[in-house]
């Protein structure tokens, strides 16, 4: 084993990188290259905070990173080491010089939305929910409704979590909120059908139903939601994000829930709730589910993909009990189907508690995240949305909007604008910052960056206690 070695790096504070970035690109470059060999002994975080007159918090932050990515090994009371991993490396005399590359995608900040933290979780519940997966064997003939065992389970979950009385008969699991949007298409819409979407809204949305064969008509939000007043009368299918409007962030008021379901029961219009992220909520009460104060008109969408991880792919479908036969038949017919194993698993995690614990953790976790985006941007524009979910809206005129995206890109932020979700011509603008997937050291850097380019964009002036937006 080598002792420690002095680096030779160097940082820019002239670079659009954040320092974290350059210091952990420099070290994974020097690992692949073998100027770090495995055992090599890193400095401390002092030390090399010091040799590259930085605050110690960059060094930490890029030892953090490396070790989750599995490039570093720490050892108790012994420091912080090159981790031994196969690793095939070029000859040193035969490697061109090449200059150091712009930051790689895992070494941005990432404020765009939907997407959760994925990092904290319980491994040892987790592995315990796939073992016990494991432990069935594999099935042949897979029911389209789900496993039988989760859909009682997502029941009781729902009655808890939701306030909704069902049973297991009102539920079939899917693979996710987009399977799900895409089995309720198949099952109500068709050619010469129109079917609305928020307008700004989920684009998926948009695409599944035209591609279902249906004319999507795009329907106005405002900061509640959408607006019912003016609702085409010849719909088949609406969907709607009552909850936590996409991407405005907006929640439904009861009175204008009570005249959506009017609405629905008067023209024989079927509603899609997507329930994406309702189980966060901000210094605000929980609003009830459309779909328990009418189950007759209304299809409710959930999934795990915000609560646990996209990549579990389990959500469900919530509908009367003849609606879920005729879906279960059609998924049938197409070989549509949500995996044996992966249902089994999040059973394991339902039975034990586990979820349950890892929302009451998140939901911690995400409000500190909230927070430090409300401190640091409050003061600069307005938010929309910030009571609940895993992103906000800043509202910022259009030229001020584009020209922040582009920058905070160049300087390692990724960012989404409003502009995007729009069905025709963009009528508000502005960024959607999401917060679920970016630490919250990061949140706090991104959000510094992002504060200081909109106070030098045109037209943008600080918001202060009587102002009741960021816009001039």
Request: net charge neutral; proline share 8%.
């Amino acid at each position: 084993m080598r002792t420690h070695v002095d680096l030779p790096v160097s940082l820019s504070r002239e670079s659009g990188a954040p320092l974290t970035a350059q210091l952990a690109g420099w070290l994974r470059r020097a690992m692949l290259d073998g100027t770090l060999a495995p055992g090599e002994r890193l400095p401390s975080t002092r030390s090399l905070a010091a040799q590259l007159a930085v605050s110690r918090t960059v060094v930490t932050e890029a030892y953090q990173q490396l070790y989750a990515e599995g490039w570093l090994d720490g050892r108790h009371g012994s420091g912080t080491f090159v981790a031994d991993m196969e690793v095939t490396r070029p000859p040193r005399e035969e490697t061109p010089y090449v200059p150091a590359p712009p930051p790689a995608p895992a070494e941005w900040i990432d404020l765009t939305p939907g997407r959760p933290w994925v990092r904290d979780y319980d491994r040892a519940a987790w592995k315990r929910a796939w073992r016990r997966a494991a432990d069935l064997p594999p099935g042949d003939d897979p029911t389209p409704y789900g496993l039988p065992r989760l859909r009682e389970l997502l029941a009781d979950h729902l009655r808890r979590a939701r306030g909704v009385a069902v049973g297991p008969e009102n539920i079939l699991v899917t693979r996710g909120t987009g399977n799900g949007l895409d089995l309720c298409a198949l099952a109500l819409l068709g050619a010469g059908t129109r079917a609305g979407v928020e307008d700004p809204g989920y684009h998926a949305a948009r695409t599944i139903f035209e591609a279902r064969g249906a004319e999507v008509v795009a329907c106005p939000v405002d900061e509640d939601g959408v607006v019912v007043d003016g609702l085409p009368g010849d719909l088949r299918v609406l969907y709607t994000t009552p909850a936590h409007q996409y991407p405005l962030g907006g929640r439904l008021p009861i009175p204008r829930r009570e005249r959506l379901l009017a609405w629905a029961r008067s023209t024989g219009a079927t509603i899609v709730e997507d329930d994406y992220d309702a189980e966060f909520r901000y210094d605000v009460a929980p609003l009830p589910a459309l779909y328990g104060l009418d189950p007759s008109r209304v299809v409710l969408l959930g999934t795990l993909s915000k609560t646990l991880a996209p990549d579990v792919g389990v959500g469900w479908l919530v509908g009367a009990p003849e609606l879920v036969v005729t879906i279960a038949g059609l998924r049938r017919s197409v070989g549509d189907r949500t995996s044996g194993p992966v249902q089994q698993a999040v059973v394991n995690l339902l039975e034990h508690g586990d979820l349950d614990r890892h929302l009451r953790r998140m939901r911690l976790e995400y409000a500190r995240r909230r927070a430090a985006v409300v401190e640091l941007l409050g003061p600069v524009c307005r938010l929309r949305g910030d009571t609940a979910g895993l992103h906000v809206v800043a509202e910022l005129p259009a030229p001020v909007a584009a020209d922040v995206v582009e920058r905070a890109r160049r300087r390692g932020v990724l960012l989404d604008s409003i502009d995007r979700h729009h069905h025709g011509r963009a009528r508000v603008h502005g960024l959607v910052i999401g917060y679920g997937s970016a630490s919250l050291a990061d949140v706090r850097r991104g959000c510094r960056i992002l504060a200081d380019l909109i106070c030098a964009g045109p037209g943008v002036r600080r918001v202060t206690s009587g102002a009741q937006n960021g816009i001039e």
